[in-house]
């Protein structure tokens, strides 16, 4: 039996619990072979690697990624020597510089990097954040009045800028020089401005496109290096050593969601080391306001203990607390906005879980979500713009296709929404393109995510937009959907020494994915169904060994069922996560996907 792709199917299973294929992850035979003899490695983990594309001779910088190999020349991002040489004439005028970011951890994590470098430099940096409520994303005329009402006299925007046009038009209008750094889907023409920054511009060659707004800073920051050298501005000082704010372009890259491959990769896995070290003051103290432990740093401390704690702060409270967070090196200024973010994380969770259940009631109510239209996009009145992104990546992982989740005023009549798009479908282009159509106010993103604001009349119109505009990558995206197992291995096998030997991998992200093992016929004992819809239980071998597991948000569906009823002979694929309650040194088996292969 063969998946869609026709490749076999992987314990012929064509389609699971969750209506996917599964099959092992491809890998070319002579590369698997090359990182055997050239690395060392055992089979398994040398066809991990080839089956990441992960070429031979690319082998060791993939595992033990290093700065010197893989940082790219700054000049070839366009732009990146003007950018450079208008902050430097500026500081060295003394001129009044400011920042303005993007509210999430990206946009925080690129000021803070700016902030922490003019410090090294002593200067000072002012950071300014929209308000997501009351000025929505990105630059505006109104934000750019008020920064030169403060006496600014250069702007240097991060995470946003690419596509504000006309923005930045009125910022030159009023004799307000702007610098933008961004890594969003943007426009042919871009901004007139002093410079624009961005791996994504058209006619850029850097080859950096999958970095984050924070990797591109980063980038800035060894720019300026590099011209405070050539105007000799280092002389009889030390210039800023930017290694040690990896961290920061680790939380962008990672909170971003951005593909860990090449450089990206390797500001990620140092960032992570740096991170281990928890001396930025506001990580460690929004680490210990979550109640976890310092200790090496993980993706997952970045992606889901930090990140939306940050994130928080712009969703449903004041923009600029993450920014200040991450900027500041007073313990006891980063103890107060950790337990700030904290408390309003907590807020933001129930307001989440509200809408969730809203728009899930709706939308299967009406049988959207399997009418075989290309997008699910559902509306609400007074859902709270700062959650709908999360709603929208929930319900794309219960639906498995594109979903836009829009919260309406209905006073106002504007919606403002947010999308999460599936492999193979560019959500962010389709909405671009329903903004240049007129269809919406204002929008943009990137292929798997996007932003809008869109009059409520106009929500069937952007409906209609969206499902033809994206029709056309449904049949090949649905192909795409599949489970690729790297290891079939048996409860015996799923060890803490197999889960280190794989960690060799990490970080994990798009282009990278984390491993993904499957286990064959077992049976599910002690099921039982806990808050927010999980399932935890044991899954048993033939041999009697069994592993623990854990099944997230799926208590109501097909495979969560199964699980629940405690059947036997079913098969299973997910990943092997640490487990090291009450200092444990063991695994624990996070389902990914349930078949039942009298079903499959």
Same mark, same amino acid.
């Given at each position: 039996?063969?998946?869609?792709?026709?490749?076999?199917?992987?314990?012929?299973?064509?389609?699971?619990?969750?209506?996917?294929?599964?099959?092992?992850?491809?890998?070319?035979?002579?590369?698997?072979?090359?990182?055997?003899?050239?690395?060392?490695?055992?089979?398994?983990?040398?066809?991990?690697?080839?089956?990441?594309?992960?070429?031979?001779?690319?082998?060791?910088?993939?595992?033990?990624?290093?700065? @010197?190999?893989?940082?790219?020349?700054?000049?070839?991002?366009?732009?990146?020597?003007?950018?450079?040489?208008a902050?430097?004439?500026?500081?060295?005028?003394?001129?009044?510089?400011?920042?303005?970011?993007?509210?999430?951890?990206?946009?925080?994590?690129?000021?803070?990097?700016?902030?922490?470098?003019?410090?090294?430099?002593?200067?000072?940096?002012?950071?300014?954040?929209?308000?997501?409520?009351?000025?929505?994303?990105?630059?505006?005329?109104?934000?750019?009045?008020?920064? @030169?009402?403060?006496?600014?006299?250069?702007?240097?925007?991060?995470?946003?800028?690419?596509?504000?046009?006309?923005a930045?038009?009125?910022?030159?209008?009023?004799?307000? @020089?702007?610098?933008?750094?961004?890594?969003?889907?943007?426009?042919?023409?871009?901004?007139?401005?002093?410079?624009?920054v961005?791996?994504n511009?058209?006619?850029?060659?850097?080859?950096?496109?999958?970095?984050?707004?924070a990797?591109?800073?980063?980038?800035?920051?060894?720019?300026?290096?590099?011209?405070?050298r050539?105007?000799?501005?280092?002389?009889?000082?030390e210039?800023?050593?930017?290694?040690?704010?990896?961290?920061?372009?680790?939380?962008?890259?990672?909170?971003?969601?951005?593909?860990?491959?090449?450089?990206?990769r390797?500001?990620?896995?140092?960032?992570?080391?740096?991170?281990?070290?928890?001396?930025?003051?506001?990580?460690?103290?929004?680490?210990?306001?979550?109640?976890?432990?310092?200790?090496?740093?993980?993706?997952?401390?970045?992606?889901?203990?930090?990140?939306?704690r940050?994130?928080?702060?712009?969703?449903?409270?004041?923009?600029?607390?993450?920014?200040?967070?991450?900027?500041?090196?007073?313990?006891?200024?980063a103890?107060d906005?950790?337990?700030?973010?904290?408390?309003?994380n907590?807020?933001?969770?129930?307001?989440?879980?509200?809408?969730?259940?809203?728009?899930?009631?709706?939308?299967?109510?009406?049988?959207?979500?399997?009418?075989?239209?290309?997008?699910?996009?559902?509306?609400?009145?007074?859902?709270?713009?700062?959650?709908?992104?999360?709603?929208?990546?929930?319900l794309?992982?219960?639906?498995?296709?594109?979903?836009?989740?829009?919260?309406?005023?209905?006073?106002?009549?504007?919606?403002?929404?947010?999308?999460?798009?599936?492999?193979?479908?560019?959500?962010?282009?389709?909405?671009?393109?329903?903004?240049?159509?007129?269809?919406?106010?204002?929008?943009?993103?990137?292929?798997?995510?996007?932003?809008?604001?869109?009059?409520?009349?106009?929500?069937?119109?952007l409906?209609?937009?969206?499902?033809?505009?994206?029709?056309?990558?449904?049949?090949?995206?649905?192909?795409?959907?599949?489970?690729?197992?790297?290891?079939?291995?048996d409860?015996?096998?799923?060890?803490?020494?197999?889960?280190?030997?794989?960690?060799?991998?990490?970080?994990?992200?798009?282009?990278?994915?984390?491993?993904?093992?499957?286990?064959?016929?077992?049976?599910?004992?002690?099921?039982?169904?806990?808050?927010?819809?999980?399932?935890?239980?044991?899954?048993?071998?033939?041999?009697?060994a069994?592993? @623990?597991?854990?099944?997230?948000?799926?208590?109501?569906?097909?495979?969560?069922?199964?699980?629940?009823?405690?059947?036997?002979?079913?098969?299973?694929?997910?990943?092997?996560?640490?487990?090291d309650?009450?200092?444990?040194?063991?695994?624990?088996?996070?389902?990914?996907?349930?078949?039942?292969?009298?079903?499959?």
């Amino acid at each position: 039996m063969a998946d869609g792709s026709g490749t076999p199917a992987f314990l012929g299973v064509s389609r699971s619990l969750s209506g996917r294929a599964w099959r092992q992850r491809p890998a070319e035979a002579a590369v698997v072979r090359g990182h055997m003899q050239a690395l060392g490695l055992e089979e398994p983990l040398a066809r991990a690697l080839a089956s990441r594309g992960v070429r031979a001779d690319d082998g060791a910088d993939f595992l033990q990624p290093t700065l @010197k190999a893989l940082f790219p020349d700054p000049s070839s991002f366009m732009d990146m020597d003007a950018a450079a040489e208008a902050i430097l004439d500026a500081l060295q005028a003394k001129a009044s510089i400011h920042v303005f970011a993007d509210y999430d951890v990206d946009g925080a994590s690129s000021a803070a990097l700016l902030v922490r470098w003019f410090r090294a430099m002593d200067a000072e940096l002012p950071i300014y954040v929209p308000d997501r409520l009351t000025e929505g994303y990105g630059p505006s005329a109104r934000a750019f009045d008020t920064l @030169k009402a403060a006496g600014a006299e250069l702007v240097i925007t991060v995470d946003c800028g690419a596509a504000a046009n006309e923005a930045v038009a009125h910022a030159a209008s009023i004799g307000l @020089k702007v610098v933008v750094i961004d890594h969003h889907m943007m426009r042919e023409h871009p901004p007139v401005c002093a410079a624009v920054v961005n791996p994504n511009r058209p006619g850029c060659n850097s080859g950096q496109g999958n970095l984050a707004a924070a990797g591109v800073v980063f980038v800035l920051l060894a720019a300026l290096n590099r011209e405070a050298r050539r105007r000799g501005v280092f002389e009889g000082r030390e210039q800023p050593d930017i290694r040690q704010w990896l961290d920061l372009a680790a939380m962008g890259a990672i909170c971003d969601v951005t593909g860990l491959t090449g450089f990206n990769r390797a500001l990620t896995s140092l960032g992570l080391r740096v991170m281990s070290e928890w001396s930025n003051p506001g990580l460690r103290a929004l680490l210990a306001a979550a109640g976890a432990e310092p200790g090496p740093a993980k993706s997952n401390h970045a992606g889901f203990i930090l990140g939306p704690r940050i994130n928080a702060g712009g969703r449903i409270g004041k923009s600029d607390l993450g920014a200040r967070l991450l900027s500041t090196d007073d313990p006891e200024e980063a103890r107060d906005l950790a337990q700030e973010l904290d408390a309003l994380n907590v807020a933001r969770r129930e307001v989440e879980r509200q809408v969730t259940e809203q728009a899930t009631r709706m939308v299967e109510a009406s049988g959207a979500h399997a009418d075989g239209s290309a997008v699910v996009v559902v509306e609400g009145d007074d859902w709270h713009p700062g959650v709908v992104g999360i709603v929208a990546g929930r319900l794309r992982e219960r639906w498995r296709k594109p979903v836009v989740v829009i919260g309406v005023d209905a006073i106002n009549g504007v919606g403002k929404g947010s999308g999460r798009s599936q492999p193979g479908m560019n959500l962010g282009r389709a909405v671009q393109a329903a903004w240049e159509a007129g269809v919406l106010m204002a929008g943009g993103g990137h292929t798997m995510a996007a932003g809008l604001t869109v009059r409520v009349a106009d929500i069937q119109r952007l409906r209609d937009f969206l499902n033809d505009r994206m029709a056309g990558e449904q049949a090949a995206a649905e192909a795409l959907d599949l489970v690729e197992v790297d290891a079939l291995i048996d409860p015996s096998a799923a060890t803490r020494d197999l889960f280190e030997q794989f960690e060799q991998l990490a970080p994990y992200g798009p282009a990278n994915p984390e491993p993904l093992f499957a286990l064959e016929r077992v049976s599910v004992r002690d099921a039982v169904a806990m808050t927010g819809g999980h399932v935890r239980c044991r899954l048993v071998g033939a041999d009697g060994a069994s592993v @623990k597991a854990i099944a997230w948000r799926c208590a109501d569906l097909p495979a969560g069922q199964s699980l629940l009823a405690g059947q036997g002979g079913l098969s299973m694929v997910g990943r092997l996560k640490a487990d090291d309650w009450n200092g444990r040194r063991g695994v624990q088996f996070e389902i990914e996907d349930v078949a039942d292969p009298r079903m499959a």
